[in-house]
């Protein structure tokens, strides 16, 4: 049964960790209140252990990460309870995204030219 809880666990702090990458999430709970708490701040501080490798290999959602890291301060987790700051963070992350996809395919189409121009030179 310990370990049966600590799985659950698990799953429920992998899965709200995951949401803090979603900035409409943020602001939701900024307009709740939810960052004025003390208790609620001090468990973002827990969840920073999600940066160690063991435990951010299971992320699909790396953002979150970067999130959680901007959560640690006052002044962020004040301004997430505008919505204009909410959707600037998701515009930011929506380029972030279609440049590194851009990125990523120019340089798998190079190494790919590159291992075949190795493979011809070889023979």
């Not at 900024?30 to 290999?57: C, I, S, T």
């Not at 959680?68 to 959707?87: G, I, P, S, T």
């Amino acid at each position: 049964s310990d370990d049966t809880g600590n799985r659950l666990r698990f799953q429920l702090e992998l899965e709200f960790v995951q949401c803090l990458a979603n900035p409409n999430y943020l602001n939701f709970l900024a307009q709740r209140g939810y960052f004025k708490d003390k208790a609620f701040v001090n468990y973002l501080k827990y969840l920073l252990y999600w940066k160690e490798p063991e435990y951010a290999k299971y992320l699909k959602y790396p953002q979150c990460l970067h999130m959680l890291e901007l959560l640690q301060y006052e002044h962020f987790r004040k301004e997430l309870v505008n919505a204009q700051c909410a959707k600037f963070i998701d515009e930011q992350q929506i380029l972030h995204w279609q440049h590194y996809s851009r990125k990523r395919m120019r340089l798998q189409q190079a190494l790919a030219e590159q291992q075949q121009q190795n493979s011809s030179s070889v023979k």
